[in-house]
């Protein structure tokens, strides 16, 4: 067995909600390993950006924890970052600042920021655009940014919160590929990806194991183990086995 890089621990989620208690998420366990490519996927409402959040120490679960390298997680460790689906530029800032932004306030020379910023743009094929500002970019050039941003630091896991929904399908089915590719680069520090998508195609494509949860309070109805070599051919017979599973599991997740 591959050893864990994070770990949820019988995670519970409710909120109060007019003298009732709303419960989202019911004791879900779930281990993150190192050197692979996670998605989780549900009904809208079942919690999957609230479990990503209490991941990197971004929201605390009502039960249970989270701990990443053994620790448990009371805030975001240095070492994992997230990729929202909005990617919210700083729109006063170019590119190569809103990357560097990341760097701040770290001890980190200028020059060194600027070098490693201007490297983490180039891998996500955006060098020559270092000096263009937000609104001079496109959507799909927007969220490489955003990549950008979170690889710039080095982190050993890396978050993404349907990074790609506010995408047209053409740019987001490039993206996918593009991301996959760089996310498997072995000269980068990262070590295992959490993806929260609503897409069945897309958690079939990038990932080595899928998650579906249920509807609230959600827990996990299955965990699929994707045994397809890259890059993964969406009219074959054993990819749309992958899928039709998925959607399954969905259709009994909402029952």
Known sequence: MSREIAKVNNISLSYSEEDKELVVMDKVNLSVYYNEFLSIIGPSGCGKSSLIRMIIGLQKPTGGDVTFKGKVVDGPPDAVSLVFQNVALIP???????????????????????????????????????????????????????????????????????????????????????????????????????????????????SDRIVVLSKPPSHIVDIIKVDLPYPRNKRSKEFEKVTDRIFKDLYAAKA
Request: aromatic residues 4%.
């Open 92 to 206: 006063w800032k170019t590119a190569l600042d809103n990357v560097a932004f990341a760097l701040e306030n770290r001890g980190i020379p200028r020059a060194a920021i600027e070098k490693k910023s201007a490297a983490a743009l180039k891998l996500v094929e955006l060098d020559g655009f270092e000096t263009a500002f937000p609104s001079e970019l496109s959507g799909g050039m927007k969220q490489r940014v955003g990549i950008a941003r979170a690889l710039v630091s080095d982190p050993d896991l890396l978050l993404m919160d349907e990074p790609f929904s506010a995408l047209d399908e053409l740019t987001a089915d490039q993206l996918r590929v593009e991301v996959r590719t760089v996310l498997k680069n072995k000269h980068l520090p990262l070590k295992s990806v959490v993806l929260v998508s609503h897409n069945v195609e897309e958690v079939t494509e990038m």
